[in-house]
């Protein structure tokens, strides 16, 4: 309880207009233990997708680093290192990429194909002040950036690294989860 309460006093000096209750935070806190668990699996760098689950991250790092250090090293095997996006090397997009395939097999959905999973879900359901609302149309992975209310506002853009056939060019997916995408997709 120590963190949420941490969490509530400090958040809206980061992340204007975050929303400070309980619900949120659970949330929030449950998406950024869905990405430790992306960062686990996966064979590659992943990147966090929802400034939800940052605010949290934000938070833990400030009022006990060798409490998320221990944590991280009990539960997921090893330390998750918080970086900012413009310290990636080569950028966030194979970033977020593994992040969404790897949220997608947690979620038991294909790694390929127009799915949105929870993790990326978390900005939109929680109307995160400046967050990230992922969405699906016409069978394209979708990105709308939300305004200071958390309402999608602005034009949506495809997620380019979301494209399967991309997925399989960077060998985060196999031929047969690209072949049954394009079963799917006829």
């Avoid at 929802?50 to 400030?62: E, G, I, M, P, T």
């Amino acid at each position: 309880m120590q963190l949420y309460d941490y969490w509530a006093r400090t958040a809206h000096h980061e992340f204007q207009g975050i929303l400070r209750d309980a619900f949120f935070y659970a949330r929030a806190a449950d998406a950024l233990l869905m990405f430790f668990q992306c960062v686990q699996r996966s064979n590659r760098p992943c990147a966090l997708p929802s400034k939800a689950a940052d605010s949290v991250w934000h938070a833990w790092l400030r009022w006990s680093p060798a409490s998320l250090d221990d944590f991280c090293e009990r539960h997921f095997g090893r330390r998750i290192a918080h970086m900012e996006a413009g310290d990636m090397a080569g950028g966030m997009e194979v970033p977020i990429a593994a992040s969404l395939v790897t949220a997608r097999r947690l979620d038991g959905l294909p790694g390929a194909g127009p799915h949105v999973p929870r993790l990326f879900a978390t900005d939109r359901l929680l109307r995160m002040a400046g967050g990230h609302a992922y969405t699906v149309r016409r069978k394209r992975l979708m990105c709308i950036p939300m305004d200071g209310k958390g309402q999608p506002s602005g034009p949506a853009q495809v997620f380019p690294c979301s494209e399967p056939s991309i997925l399989l060019a960077l060998g985060l997916i196999a031929q047969g989860d690209y072949d049954l995408w394009r079963q799917d997709a006829k």
